[in-house]
């Protein structure tokens, strides 16, 4: 018998691989000296969601290791390491051959 909330949380990360591409090269990764305090992420309602939900996934799967998970992923407007590594973890893979 599959457990449904393990199932849930694969159906979630395949919507968050999608759009993970427009993640990797939006502008939110590039690092500014002239950025304005503030995290601009909240601005865009659509975008934030997603970048939180990846966080939450990501703490989902680590929080027994890493309790601070989701508060990482989200620091620094989601500029992190963490959150970089977050989205790691949905990057689809290239076969190899």
Known sequence: ????????LFLDAALVMECISFLHNAWIFTTSTTSKPGCSIYNDEQ????????????HEMYSHQYPNTRADCRSDCFRSK????????????????
């Open 82 to 97: 963490h959150f970089q590594s977050c989205l790691d973890h949905f990057r689809p893979m290239i076969p190899y051959g």
């Open 47 to 58: 975008l934030h969601i997603i970048m939180d939900r990846v966080c939450e996934i990501c």
């Open 1 to 8: 018998m599959t457990n449904p909330k393990l199932l849930i």
